[in-house]
């Protein structure tokens, strides 16, 4: 996220797993305030919820991600990142997150 230009980076809701366990050095480091979504209530995170099922037309349940080629994440990240949504306005996020 450092490559990314400072006034994009202004927030970050985390779950509540140990994997986020370092998200104050995080946040420090990359200037933006961190949140945490309440357990069980995934419509605090309904972006992410939404771009994990989005994520499964790709890459199902189950499947075993030492397995992924670069290029096919490549490919499922660039679909997903200029696919127009309605709640941008049909808008792609890259057009939304670049302007």
Do not use: H
Request: aromatic residues 14%; contains cysteine; positive net charge.
């Amino acid at each position: 996220m450092r490559k990314l230009p400072p006034e994009k980076v202004k927030t970050m809701t985390f779950d509540n797993g140990k994997e986020f366990a370092g998200f104050k050095e995080r946040g420090r480091g990359l200037g933006m305030r961190s949140y945490f979504a309440r357990p069980y209530y995934s419509w605090q995170r309904g972006t992410n919820e939404n771009t994990n099922g989005l994520l499964r037309q790709f890459f199902p349940k189950g499947m075993d991600f030492t397995r992924i080629k670069q290029t096919d994440l490549d490919k499922a990240l660039n679909l997903l990142n200029n696919r127009p949504r309605k709640c941008l306005n049909y808008q792609t996020p890259a057009e939304v997150f670049w302007s």
